[in-house]
């Protein structure tokens, strides 16, 4: 399997309109360290910040492949919904509020804002759904749901911030390529290009580690099995003037998504600009995201017919302009329950995601309670989120 430098495979993605205003300073690589956690996304910034919060005598360390935010967190819609893509599970917990209380805790202003979510689809609607749109018939809001929506750019930068602040190592352009499982843990880190250092690998010796890498490295976290990884697309459109945003049914900002197919799901920007998302890629011959570029033909097809279906759902729609098109790794399995489990091979190991496109509330919420678990402090679930299920 090629290896994508990580500056390459965020071209191939496209760039989202969200904006990450926080740099980490660049640190060498310890040889040693407690809690080890690969991934810079939303789960594993909530966990390193969490668990120097409430331990801040052992170290912690985040090693990212890219940058923070390079995976699904700096490139989702946003939308912050409550449960998971499998509905409740058992001991899951009231996720927006913790999602709430995380953000109170490590002081992240991020723009969240609940004020319910549309689930849309073609039959049904409630009498009085502010949305009637034509997509393969018609679109109303058939139910209203606890939700709303955040800035992931500002979620990103505030988790690094906290993170960093609570005195957590993070290591941009470090991808883990090896682990070696024993007693302690050994990582095996690559240098990407760009990170500033001579390009030899080094190894670092961690108690515990994390593995919060979403829908790549599927061989390193194990989630391999029984899992799908995708590249979901979304674009963002020029703002549209208020009447128009009233006359669509979103001036309440309440996000949308369906329930029925052919799937559909957005989001409105305090700017009146419009996110929207539909279309699953899969990855070339390896099952590697990495390898998708959405400026190859079936990705562009798809944006052009998506843009044409946009402008088709209603008239105050007809000229609107996209800004932003781009596209991020989603994981899936099949039974639609996010991973929340010990690496097959250690108990020192930890693996967290496969959240669908259910993960903006969930993977912060889930991290935090990951750091609990590293530290001894609370169990894993026990009737989900299993990797052998
Ligand atoms: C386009 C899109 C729209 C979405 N919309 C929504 C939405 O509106 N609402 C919702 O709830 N969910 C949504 N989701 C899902 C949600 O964004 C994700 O579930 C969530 O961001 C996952 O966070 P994460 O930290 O687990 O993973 P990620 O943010 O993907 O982070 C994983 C990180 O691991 C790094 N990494 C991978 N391998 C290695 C390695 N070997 N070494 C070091 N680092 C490595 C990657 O570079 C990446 O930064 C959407 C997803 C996408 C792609």
Request: some cysteine.
């Amino acid at each position: 399997m090629a290896v994508i430098p990580a500056q390459e495979s965020a071209r191939r993605w496209g760039t989202s309109p969200w904006v990450i205003d926080f740099v980490p300073p660049p640190v060498p690589v310890p040889s040693e360290i407690d809690f080890a956690i690969i991934g810079g996304g939303f789960s594993g910034l909530a966990a390193a910040a969490w668990l120097r919060l409430l331990s801040p005598q052992q170290s912690v360390a985040v090693l990212e492949a890219a940058h923070i935010g390079q995976g699904a967190s700096g490139r989702t819609g946003g939308m912050a919904l409550a449960e998971s893509a499998a509905g409740d599970l058992p001991g899951l917990g009231d996720v927006l509020g913790g999602l709430k209380n995380i953000l109170g805790i490590l002081d992240i202003h991020c723009d969240l804002d609940l004020p319910g979510a549309w689930e849309i689809g073609r039959k049904g609607g409630l009498d009085h759904s502010p949305i009637s749109w034509k997509d393969s018939g018609t679109l109303r809001a058939a139910a209203e749901v606890p939700g709303g929506t955040v800035d992931p750019g500002k979620l990103v930068s505030g988790l690094a911030r906290a993170a960093l602040g609570l005195g957590a190592l993070i290591l941009e352009s470090r991808r883990v390529r090896r682990i070696h499982w024993g007693e302690r843990v050994e990582l095996e880190i690559g240098l990407e290009a760009g990170s500033g250092e001579a390009a030899v690998g080094k190894t670092l010796s961690a108690k515990k580690v994390l593995l919060a890498t979403n829908g790549t490295s599927l061989g390193l976290s194990g989630l391999h099995a029984g899992s799908h990884p995708k590249l979901t697309l979304a674009t963002q459109t020029t703002p549209i003037r208020e009447d128009q945003m009233r006359t669509i049914g979103l001036s309440q900002n309440k996000p949308f998504y369906t329930v029925d197919f052919p799937y559909l799901w957005g989001r409105t920007r305090p700017d009146c600009s419009i996110v929207w998302g539909a279309g699953l890629v899969d990855a070339p011959d390896s099952g590697d995201l990495e390898e998708v570029d959405i400026r190859s033909a079936i990705p562009s097809e798809m944006f052009a017919r998506f843009e044409k279906r946009v402008r088709g759902l209603h008239p105050a729609l007809a000229n609107i302009e996209f800004t932003h098109h781009w596209g991020g790794p989603i994981l899936f399995r099949d039974d639609w329950q996010p991973v929340f489990d010990r690496h097959p091979e250690s108990p020192n190991g930890i693996v967290l995601g496969a959240f669908a496109g259910h993960g903006v509330a969930l993977s912060n919420y889930l991290g935090a309670w990951a750091a609990e678990v590293l530290l001894g402090r609370r169990s894993l679930p026990e009737k989900w989120g299993r990797l052998s299920s």
